[in-house]
Nanobody, 115 residues
Framework: QVQLVESGGGLVQPGGSLRLSCVQSGSIFSSGAMGWYRQAPGKQRELVATIAFGGTTTYADSVKGRFSISRDNGKKTVYLQMVSLSPEDTAVYYC?????????WGKGTLVTVSS
């Protein structure tokens, strides 16, 4: 089974930066597209960014220019570098892996931007 483990969340001041990591672990490893989603209190989970195995990326308009997604296929890890954080970025951030029609999710890491 595939396991996704996120890390790097925490409490930051507005304008601050954080770098999130998501590592594939377990007995199955996949080269499928990976991405970051987030869910703020009282809101629906939304797509933040995606990255294909070859490096092609997409971003939500709300984070474009501030967030950068990357991956290290050798380490089976995807990263999300976040800068210029605002309170609107406060959410639980989830790592996602696509394998065919299936989606695998991590348990999430909390990012809190103080107001």
């Amino acid at each position: 089974q595939v396991q996704l483990v996120e890390s790097g969340g925490g409490l930051v001041q507005p304008g601050g930066s954080l770098r999130l990591s998501c590592v594939q672990s377990g007995s199955i490893f996949s080269s499928g597209a990976m991405g970051w989603y987030r869910q703020a209190p009282g809101k629906q989970r939304e797509l933040v960014a995606t990255i294909a195995f070859g490096g092609t990326t997409t971003y939500a308009d709300s984070v474009k220019g501030r967030f950068s997604i990357s991956r290290d296929n050798g380490k089976k890890t995807v990263y999300l570098q976040m800068v210029s954080l605002s309170p609107e970025d406060t959410a639980v951030y989830y790592c996602n892996l696509q394998v065919g029609f299936a989606h695998y999710w991590g348990k999430g890491t909390l990012v809190t931007v103080s107001s």
